[in-house]
């Protein structure tokens, strides 16, 4: 057991601060043997990275990845895999009012109240940046699990506007700085943001995960069923307040006959000696049934809260007890579920990998 | 790691099928001292049971609970507790279809992919009957968490039909067959169920679980969060596709001036030599921030499909790869989601069990 | 974590009291489709019975195995198979002496500093009892490992007489009441235990494992070795004081030169289209090196201290603190060394099985 | 699970070969607000280090380790604690000969075996370079066992060369380039090692740990014994072949009167309001009985095997399945046993802190 520690097999240990010399995380169970290097990892990194558009955090960090141990000669050697990235723009600036006032919705008044200490700095352990260590992981996890699988995400809701299911487009995904599938729902959530943005606001957002190739069986039941651990790793980012799989809270509303997936074998194809093959006619399910893969695409949606850091001033109190009013200045994310995309991609392939080498291990 | 274990100090392994001889867990880590008995669980097991009303599977099984080992004079030894109930209304039957044919919605055919064998008797290892276990278990667990952390679940939907929170009634909820906490709504459901159970059809359904006076400072960050372990426990649960916790799904729509909860301290009671009490003036967050228990209620919701199982002819194929249409006679449950009413609760109280020993351990 | 549960991938969790009304245990983690029935645990049940001899205790059980889940038509299904023995000679008696006084050298007093109680009742979680669910267990995971992977013990050494290993017999270990190899010394070892059951006291033993056929490979650097998961795993049976592999103790004795097992590649065989084979000159490594397995056999000692129920009365004190002298009267085991051959078996057969499914999840 | 994690609620995670960048580790569950610092961390590791004397390699590392996380304004936080030494002396050298050859005795070719491929620079994950990070982690351990628990450890024998243990003085252990408790034996011990090392030899050696202060009642059985964790923590230390507690194999050959330690109430202190005080006549069992701790000082030996790395010709082969004969030239220890003890100690402190706070998450 482990509190800074996710999945089993694979298996990903997280430190760091948000304002500390750097954070980082320990990757272990990795099969030897994997071509990997920092050029593997950095794009995911760099997709996540804050500061990229006005959108996001004005934060510059460069997020450079190191590799300090478990590859040899470009590749993984069994070994853990020691992953670390520098923290470089640590603003010098007085913390004096966020050390000792807590902000409404944010996990500054939690943090105390567990440990009675807290580096409050940046939000110290509790800040979005861990993340960062997250993508870095998930990078080694997609290297496990091959280019079969195919794990995207997208944004699909901010506020009050989601997109067209009708419009998505994969391609348009990495053409706006919002992730967004919907080509005709950019300059609307754009105008919309730079609204959210100068007023010192903040939105919440949906975002949508699809994983294809994910092979059948993968999933343990009882308690390590597929969902379950998906369920645990989307919630476990940071602003997250729900998640859904398939259908998710509209199969609350469905009767039994409009929620079942019809099954057919599909002929073999000509000059193929394999057998047929099953097919779904449709995924209500999002690809998992009794907690196991049923080979058609896993698909989750999860929702991120609006960021406590906002302009207007809200009542709250202090570590002494007094109470205060309390508004938060200086860089945030107007819409912080516009860089849980990539992270989201990230915890979906590092559960896959996991149940890769788990379904392994029983399977053969 | 273990598929079929739950949680890490209060730690809960469940072994068992449909139709074996019985079904049971074993549960470690409970304290000693704690005074126990099989009439401190059975009742919380009797409002899961089977064959109450016509809205539930008519399998008649009196889950009787037995323990096994870790109770010694009405007191917990601090070894492990062995809980057991037999089956005894494992109906006599030809199971040649069930055995062959995969129900379109349910885990038969991903069993089968995964195993390559399954013990297809009544859903076998797949069954909700499972989740008797867990409510046994869910019993210990509150016997640690005490009296003070009070849990308790309701069905708020059925299909389209919600409950009106306003006519929030706990009282209700132990009054109809439904755990409806809305009297008002209470023949709209009969109705309609009265209806989808004559159709041989079936209906989707969301609970929402509540718990009160859970300790602040409860849930261990980054990847022990309270709202991350009750993901998994909920989303664990048969036919379970989403969870939320707080305002869940609602929080992508709201921004930041909306979904903050205000924060004031109350000043001490009179007479009291205590200080002020932290209060808070909304739970969107649903009692958790950053992964810790704030003090105030901890809300979650999940959504439950409807079952598989329908008279409604579906598209299918068997384990030989021919194409056939399925449709499933016998007993079922025609709203699964209203059983799930109480091992919800029972799951809530291990999840809240567990991170009481883990703070415990790390915090003192 | 579970104070109860042994292995990883391979998971036992043990439960129940030498009083209470039985024992048994949740085996995790099984491949699917391997035969197994009651048959195959049986036999290994049968080896560690007590009432065999006069030189184990006279209590009478029975030890029938019971399968209650994870096995269907004959076969493992891949869901946990829980296995269950009846207690059926709990003699009745007046337990008020052992209940208040501690047996000086038994784990009576330990428990009860721990957990402020315990069920007194013929030792209750701390009696050797438990070890049937581990040979329960051992027989499960022989049949992961296959009849490739041979794994048998022997009682190398009772009190101050060891045996003369150039004297080794395999066959002679299942035909005297010692699991004794060496033929000559069987005399000398009965009149010294006449002798010793007689006079109510109690000796020491030493037990031998060998472990033939063990993939090169299995073990898992550096928390995971394969020799520090023996040593665990042995060190866990009741009354063992020291575990040792290879060379153990003695290898502290030698220089590098006298400790070096050389290697060879032995010629591929005529007619074959392998390679040739790595063979080693001698193995005091006992088939371990780094925690991985060589392909040598796997070789590992357990001392085991005497019991503490002697006739002899030792100072000791009550649980209120008084004064005492303690003498156990009744059924004991004169040499518990003696029947922690099976168990010492059994334990080594569920560490290779846990290391099967880790080397298969990360090696594949 | 984890192959390179220690411990289950104080959990270590240790990365890093002998010639890459750095090694370090990821210490997670320590309890907030204590004090640590570098200060409190590096003169263990000072202990450790080698080139101190011409008995251990002459690698040349200053081993300064660095926090990186989990400290804050001179206390933990509760959040995981990163410690990193850079490695500096990475002597350049061609690794051809080592890179396709493996060493007799050594981890060479089972890493290979297994993985199929390995960073051979310097043993690369094998190597004892990583002990420095146990060493580490240890300090931290001593952190939350407080200056009660008094953890140290000695040298008591080198080859077929004991130390007298009536002559035993804890002072002497800091004054020999030993840890020789008993002055009478050092000349020898250096005359003999000089011999040694001019021979290009090596020798095994036998370390003893003892703890004192350690709370009765920590340990949980069955399967969290505290010998048993402590018999997996010493035999995970690279060379060790053997472990035992109190008497060990030496009780094996005790009769159980031999073996009992009798107990007995001392008065309470005059003047004292406080009740008896439980007192052991002797300590045969080490100071675990049932796995649990008693309260008398917890006594451990392990042997330690001589280094692989010697002068003198082995037969051995090549990756390529060529015969040859292999000799290891330059920096090595003698005899590994005298860098083991500080080892020991960490490992021993680990376990405690590991039990102390598991213990007070069951029993509080």
């Known amino acids: 057991m482990s509190h800074n520690s996710f999945g089993h097999l694979f ?12 954070i980082g995380c320990v990757v272990d169970g990795c099969p030897p043997r994997l071509p990997l290097s920092e050029a593997d990892i950095q794009p995911w990194l760099d997709r996540r990275r804050p500061g990229q558009s006005k959108f996001t955090t004005q934060r510059q960090e460069p997020d450079q990845v ?6 040899f000669e470009g590749q993984t050697t069994g ?4 992953l670390q990235i520098e923290n470089t723009d640590q603003r010098s600036r007085d913390y004096g009012d966020i050390a000792t006032r807590y902000r409404p919705g944010h996990a500054d008044v939690t943090y105390d109240l567990k440990y009675g200490i807290r580096d409050y700095r940046g939000g110290g352990r509790s800040s979005a940046r861990e993340t960062a260590a997250r993508v870095a992981a998930g990078a080694v996890a997609r290297a496990i699990l091959g280019p079969d699988v195919v794990i995207r995400a997208a944004l699909v809701r901010i506020g009050t ?3 067209d299911p009708a419009r998505w487009d994969w391609d348009e995904v990495n053409r706006n700085p919002f992730f967004c599938p919907d080509a005709a729902m950019v300059p609307a959530w754009e105008a919309y943001l730079n609204e959210v943005r100068k007023a010192g606001s903040s939105i919440g957002a949906v975002i949508e995960v699809r994983a294809e190739g994910v092979p059948p069986g993968l999933g343990a039941p ?3 069923k597929l969902d379950a651990d998906l369920a645990a790793a989307l919630m476990s980012i940071n602003a997250v307040k729900g998640v859904e799989i398939g259908d998710g809270f509209g199969a609350a509303e469905l009767t039994g006959e409009q929620n079942a997936d019809p ?19 449709s995924n209500h399910a999002g690809g998992i049934l009794g907690g196991i893969a049923t080979g058609q695409p896993v698909i989750a949606r999860f929702a991120v809260k609006p960021t406590s850091s906002i302009l207007t001033p809200v009542p709250s109190v202090t570590r002494d007890g007094e109470n205060v ?3 938060t200045k200086g860089r945030h994310d107007p819409c912080v579920g516009i860089r849980a995309v990539p992270v989201g991609e990230a915890m979906t392939a590092c559960v896959l990998a996991d149940h890769l080498l788990r379904h392994r291990a029983q399977i053969g």
Chains 1, 2, 3, 4 share one sequence.
């Open 263 to 281: 099954m057919r074998m599909l002929p073999a194809e000509a000059g193929s000696n394999a057998g047929g093959r099953l097919a779904f006619g």
């Open 222 to 224: 009882i308690y390590g």
């Open 79 to 82: 070994t853990p895999i020691a």
């Open 161 to 163: 506007m989601p997109i």
């Open 11 to 22: 298996r990903v240990t997280t430190w760091g601060e948000s304002h500390g010399p750097a």
């Open 325 to 327: 009013d309390v508004m």
């Open 66 to 71: 190191r590799i300090l141990s478990g590859v």
